[in-house]
C-alpha cells in the first residue's frame, strides 16, 4: 500500500529532547524499559507467590501496569512516525521490520519449546493447530481467537496495536488524524458504555447472528464514508480495505468492553500530549484532557460494576483499576515533564531491548525449571525470580543484536527505496 499522506504541515520535533542512539527519545526509551520490566516482574512474580497473585488483582496490577505505560508510549510517538510525510506504505513497511520479525522467531521458538516439553501451549489452540498457527502469525490472533489460541500469552497488546495503526491509518486518508482532541475525549467518553457492554464475539454461533449484522453495516458504513472523503483512488481503495479489516477486529474483542475502549482512550491521549509537546495544542488544553482522563477512569471504575477478567476468571473490583491505570498516566506525565534531560545508560538500553523482553520472558517461565532449594540462606523463590529475569534480559539482548537490530536496518532500506520512487525526475530543459 503505498498511499502518500495527505499534505500537511510536519510537526514541530518535541521540543529539547534529548535523543539516543538512531534519534530514539531518551524519555519514551527509559518509559519502555521500566514498563517491560514491571511487565516480567509480575508474570513471574505471580507464579512464584499466589498470594501477589490474589493481592495483584484485588489492588495493583504491575503487569496491566506497565501495559497502560507501553500504549500511551505508541499514543504519543506512532502518529508522530505516521506523519514524516511518507506514504502509508513506508509506514507499515517500518511497522512491519520492527515488530512481526522478532514476533515471528518467538512463535517458532514456542513451537520447538513445546515439541521438548518446555513450553505449554493452551488447549483449545491443539483443536485446529494449523489454522490457529497462522492466526498467530497476523498478530491478530486476539482479535481473531481470542485467549484461547495465543502461542504467546504477552502477545496480546499487539493485536490492540496494529489496530490502533489501522485506525490512525484511516484517520489519516481522511484527514482527520490531527484533531486530536475529539478523538481522545471521545474514546473516553465510549468507556461508560463500554463498561457495560459485553464483548462482542463473531464465532459463537446463531447467538451472536445480530452482533455479526451489526459487524457487517459498521463495515460497510466505515468503508464508505471514508472513501468518500479520501482524494484519489488509490486512497480510497485503502481505505476501503483498512475498513474491512479494522472495523471487525475492533469489535470482536474477546475481553471486556471498557478495557478495549479504556487501551484505545489511552493511546489518543498519548497523542493529544505528543501534539502539546508539537506545539499543535496549547498546554493547558492538554492537560485538561488529562486530567479529565483520570477523573472518568476514577468514576467508571468506582460507581460502575466490576469486570470479569477474561483470564483468570476473577472479578476485578473497583480499587484494582484506578490504582493501576492512573499511576501509569501519572509516570508519563512525570517522564514528559523530565523530558528535556537524560536518563541513566542501562535504563536507555533496557528501553532498546523491551520488544525482546516482553515476548521473550513469557517463552522462559516454563522453559527455565524453578530451584527448588535455598541457596546460602537464599529462598528458592527469589533464587527463581532472580534466574528468569537475568535470563530473559541476557537473551533479549541476543535477539535484540541478531534479530531485531538487522530487521530494523532493512526495514530502514525498504522504507528509502518507497520513498524514493515519490521524488520526481528533474525537468528536462527546453532547447
Not at 542501562?346 to 517461565?365: D, E, F, N
Request: glycine share 6%.
Amino acid at each position: 500500500m503505498t498511499v502518500d499522506s495527505p499534505a500537511a504541515p510536519p510537526a514541530v520535533p518535541v521540543e529539547q529532547a534529548p535523543r539516543g542512539r538512531g534519534g530514539r527519545f531518551e524519555f519514551l526509551d527509559a518509559l519502555r524499559g521500566l514498563a517491560a520490566l514491571a511487565v516480567v516482574v509480575q508474570h513471574c512474580s505471580e507464579r512464584l507467590w499466589p498470594e501477589y497473585f490474589r493481592f495483584s488483582q484485588a489492588y495493583f496490577g504491575l503487569g496491566e501496569f506497565g501495559v497502560f505505560v507501553f500504549f500511551i508510549v505508541s499514543g504519543f510517538i506512532i502518529p508522530a512516525s505516521l506523519e514524516r510525510g511518507r506514504s502509508l506504505g513506508a509506514f507499515w513497511a517500518g511497522r512491519f521490520f520492527r515488530l512481526f520479525p522478532l514476533f515471528w522467531a518467538c512463535l517458532v521458538a514456542a513451537m520447538l519449546l513445546h515439541s521438548f516439553g518446555r513450553y505449554e501451549l493452551p488447549e483449545p489452540f491443539w483443536d485446529q493447530p494449523v489454522l490457529n498457527f497462522l492466526a498467530n502469525l497476523t498478530m491478530m490472533q486476539f482479535f481473531i481467537g481470542g485467549w484461547d489460541i495465543q502461542i504467546i500469552g504477552a502477545s496480546w497488546s499487539l493485536s490492540y496495536e496494529l489496530v490502533f495503526y489501522l485506525i490512525l491509518s484511516l484517520l489519516l486518508i481522511a484527514r482527520l488524524n490531527r484533531r486530536s482532541v475529539p478523538l481522545a475525549v471521545g474514546a473516553l467518553v465510549l468507556i461508560v458504555p463500554g463498561a457495560i457492554l459485553p464483548p462482542a464475539l463473531l464465532n459463537g454461533g446463531d447467538a451472536n447472528a445480530v452482533t455479526r449484522s451489526i459487524v457487517a453495516v459498521a463495515t460497510i458504513l466505515a468503508a464508505t464514508v471514508f472513501a468518500c472523503v479520501a482524494e484519489d483512488r488509490r486512497a480510497a481503495l485503502a481505505a476501503i480495505l483498512i475498513s474491512v479489516i479494522a472495523v471487525p477486529l475492533f469489535l470482536n474483542q474477546p475481553g471486556a468492553s471498557v478495557l478495549t475502549f479504556g487501551y484505545l482512550a489511552t493511546m489518543f491521549l498519548g497523542t493529544v500530549l505528543y501534539r502539546m509537546t508539537s506545539g499543535e495544542i496549547a498546554a493547558p488544553r492538554a492537560w485538561l484532557v488529562f486530567a479529565f482522563a483520570m477523573c472518568l477512569i476514577f468514576g467508571v471504575s468506582t460507581f460502575v460494576a466490576p469486570v470479569l477478567d477474561p483470564i483468570t476468571g476473577v472479578w476485578v473490583t473497583w480499587i484494582k483499576q484506578p490504582l493501576t491505570i492512573l499511576p501509569a498516566y501519572l509516570l508519563f506525565a512525570g517522564f514528559l515533564l523530565l523530558r528535556r534531560y537524560s536518563f541513566p545508560r542501562p535504563l536507555l538500553y533496557l528501553g532498546r531491548i523491551s520488544y525482546s523482553l516482553y515476548l521473550v520472558h513469557a517463552l522462559l517461565l516454563d522453559a527455565i525449571p524453578r530451584w527448588s532449594t535455598s541457596v546460602l540462606g537464599v529462598p528458592a523463590q527469589w533464587l527463581t525470580l532472580l534466574t528468569w529475569v537475568g535470563s530473559a534480559l541476557l537473551i533479549s539482548a541476543v535477539t535484540y543484536r541478531f534479530i531485531e537490530k538487522p530487521c530494523h536496518n532493512l526495514g530502514h532500506r525498504v522504507i528509502a527505496r518507497i520513498d524514493s520512487r515519490k521524488i520526481e525526475p528533474p525537468a528536462t530543459a527546453v532547447a
